[in-house]
């Protein structure tokens, strides 16, 4: 069946640092992807989308791209800021009117200044 | 303001004792799902519905039970509870089914089960 993984965490970083969040996923077809994020105490948000392969998905100053070749959607943002702190989860979404999304297990971002 | 609305919000209760959570979503979307969050485990699909009067199975159904008999809503029913569905509960909704609408969610439900 379909599975995502990503990177363990938590993530540590100071103010204005470089992420990457690593996300790989197994699936049948053509899926498409999402990353959310939870802030605490908070439901799940929308971060950003891709739906085929090469896509570039981007919001807030995040980005990943649809990588078909290496079955990857790694999450990037250039500078992070501590706002950033929350706990960002990779997921897919396959075809098929009944599909649900299915999740990575979520890596948490911790920001210092 | 579009949004899935969950209730409640924290709830202790005992072993056996029927719960309902209720979800209300006011967008009209057709597909509406039910997730428990665990740690290390990420988000795991309880109950879906892909409109009024359909729904089916997700990956982990055991001890819980959905009804959806008006479009905006999608309650989730505990008629046993036990500990181990203790959990955060999230209610989520799609305009349609298919694979590239995104979900949008609730702001959870967390369920304690003594």
């Known amino acids: 069946g379909d599975s995502v993984t990503q990177m363990e965490g938590p993530v540590t970083l100071s103010e204005e640092a470089f992420l990457t969040i690593n996300c790989t996923y197994t699936a049948t077809g053509y899926p498409s992807l999402f990353w959310y994020v939870q802030y605490p105490g908070e439901g799940l948000q929308l971060l950003l989308k891709?739906?085929?392969?090469?896509d570039k998905g981007s919001n807030k100053g995040f980005e990943a791209t649809y990588r078909k070749e290496t079955t990857s959607f790694h999450l990037e943002k250039g500078s992070v800021q501590v706002s950033d702190s929350a706990v960002y989860f990779c997921a897919l979404r396959n075809t098929g009117t009944a599909s649900k999304l299915t999740f990575g297990t979520g890596t948490r971002l911790q920001v210092t200044l | 303001e579009a949004q899935v609305t969950q209730n409640p919000r924290y709830l202790i209760t005992v072993t056996g004792k029927k719960l309902t959570v209720t979800c209300s979503q006011n967008m009209n979307h057709e597909y509406m799902s039910w997730y428990r969050q665990d740690p290390g485990l990420g988000l795991r699909q309880i109950y879906y519905?892909?409109?009024?009067?359909?729904?089916d199975k997700g990956d982990v159904p055991e001890g819980y039970k959905v009804s959806r008999k008006e479009k905006r809503n999608f309650p989730l029913i505990l008629e046993s509870p036990s500990p181990n569905q203790t959990s955060l509960y999230f209610c989520a909704s799609s305009l349609l089914g298919g694979g590239n609408q995104p979900q949008h969610f609730g702001d959870g439900t967390r369920l304690s089960i003594l």
């Open positions: 519905s892909m409109n009024v009067e359909v729904t």
């Open positions: 891709a739906t085929k392969a090469d």
